[in-house]
């Protein structure tokens, strides 16, 4: 299976006169957590109902650990831990909460997991679309014209 991606041009915006070409991953769809269930099911011998409560625990107890101030690490998947954004003051003295700015949670893939996807291949769109209505790393699926690009190594 091709990682499907396509071409296009950024706009500088310092300098609007100027662009550049980039590859970013076109858009496949979305695997919803039903069907994410169906197939560890395939995989194993637990029901569906068993997998679907254990991913449903999932998303339902991965917040409450962080908002704890914990990093939830998963042997094999990764580590997903809170970061704070925050305004600076000039003494530690004028920090409170009001200067939190923002939070986000932040996934850190493990290493079996990123060496998994270490040779992947990819497919090349041969039309460029333009990257001024793109989200960043996120493209426009492309047409039906594909060129290979060979993997970095067979799996």
Do not use: C, W
Not at 7 to 16: F, G, V
Not at 25 to 31: V, Y
Not at 62 to 84: A, D, K, M, N
Request: aromatic share 6%; proline share 4%.
């Amino acid at each position: 299976m091709s990682i499907r991606l396509s071409k296009i041009a950024k706009t500088n915006p310092l300098d609007r006169t100027k662009s550049k070409y980039y590859l970013v991953q076109s858009k496949r769809g979305t695997i919803k957590l039903e069907d994410f269930a169906k197939e560890i099911v395939a995989r194993s011998a637990l029901t569906l109902g068993d997998v679907q409560s254990v991913l449903s625990n999932l998303v339902e107890i991965l917040p409450l650990f962080i908002s704890l101030g914990q990093t939830i690490h998963l042997e094999g998947f990764g580590t997903f831990r809170l970061t704070v954004k925050s305004s600076g003051t000039d003494t530690p003295e004028e920090l409170t909460a009001h200067n939190v700015k923002s939070t986000k949670i932040v996934f850190l893939p493990s290493t079996n997991l990123k060496r998994s996807l270490e040779h992947l291949s990819f497919e090349i769109d041969k039309h460029v679309s333009s990257g001024d209505n793109h989200e960043d790393g996120d493209g426009e699926d492309g047409g039906d014209d594909m060129s290979n690009h060979p993997p970095a190594g067979e799996h």
